[in-house]
């Protein structure tokens, strides 16, 4: 079946420096696009999202980008801090009904920070 | 701090044994999820909820059985586990329609013996 999956399994940065974590869909019909972030013993934390009427979007330090010709998006994150180390999963929401939607995680990547 | 709350944060018990998990929002949402996340993996769907109803089952074995009591409160009955039914047990809530982002709890972490 369609599913959204990420490049690269880890991903080591220097604290300090700007980290990029990529992620590809498959489902061209897809239209809303979320990350989050999950730190070892914790849930999912909801970072940024983005629908795809939009190109990217800005939060405080990160960047979404989405890219619908190559099915592709990214999470940037500058001035890499070590509270940043966890396991980011892209989401794609597939909406099944009215009444709700079901999430579709991609494999993840854990991004180790170093001071 | 979540504003999903689940308990219990960890539960070992046998395969004979009957538990409850149980989780709860005061975020006025009504949908409703479980997840089911095993080591080093993505959270895969369980259930899903919306107006307490059950709209969603994911082809899960019946040994696991969900129930939303009210809008704020969502259960997941586990009787006659399995081993490899160890795992961490997300739930989650949203705002109905569609794109809504889902806010997850911090999960339990289930150990079958």
């Known amino acids: 079946g369609e599913s959204v999956g990420l490049h690269l399994p880890t991903l080591s940065v220097q604290e300090g420096d700007n980290s990029i974590i990529n992620c590809a869909y498959s489902n061209s019909a897809s239209d809303y696009f979320i990350w989050y972030k999950q730190e070892s013993g914790k849930g999912p934390q909801f970072i940024i999202d983005?629908?795809?009427?939009?190109d990217k979007r800005q939060g405080q330090r990160v960047t979404v980008l989405l890219n619908k010709t190559v099915k592709h998006l990214s999470l940037q994150i500058a001035a890499t801090q070590p509270g940043d180390s966890a396991v980011y999963f892209c989401?794609?929401?597939?909406?099944?009904?009215?009444?709700?939607?079901?999430?579709?995680f991609g494999k993840g990547t854990t991004l180790s920070v170093s001071s | 701090d979540t504003e999903v709350t689940q308990t219990p944060k960890h539960l070992v018990m046998g395969m004979t044994n009957k538990k409850s998990l149980k989780c709860e929002q005061h975020?006025?949402?009504?949908?409703m999820y479980w997840y089911k996340q095993k080591a080093k993996k993505p959270p895969e769907l369980m259930f899903v909820?919306?107006?307490?109803?059950?709209?969603i089952n994911e082809s899960v074995p019946s040994r696991f059985s969900p129930e939303c009591p009210n809008s704020s409160l969502l259960n997941l009955h586990l009787h006659a586990l399995q081993p490899e039914d160890s795992a961490l047990y997300l739930c989650?809530?949203?705002?109905?329609?569609?794109?809504?982002?889902?806010?997850f709890g911090d999960g339990t972490r289930l150990s079958i013996l």
């Open positions: 975020m006025g949402h009504r949908a």
């Open positions: 989401a794609e929401i597939s909406p099944f009904n009215q009444a709700g939607t079901a999430l579709i």
């Open positions: 983005i629908r795809s009427n939009m």
């Open positions: 909820y919306s107006y307490e109803k059950l709209s």
């Open positions: 989650a809530s949203s705002r109905l329609g569609q794109n809504q982002p889902q806010h």
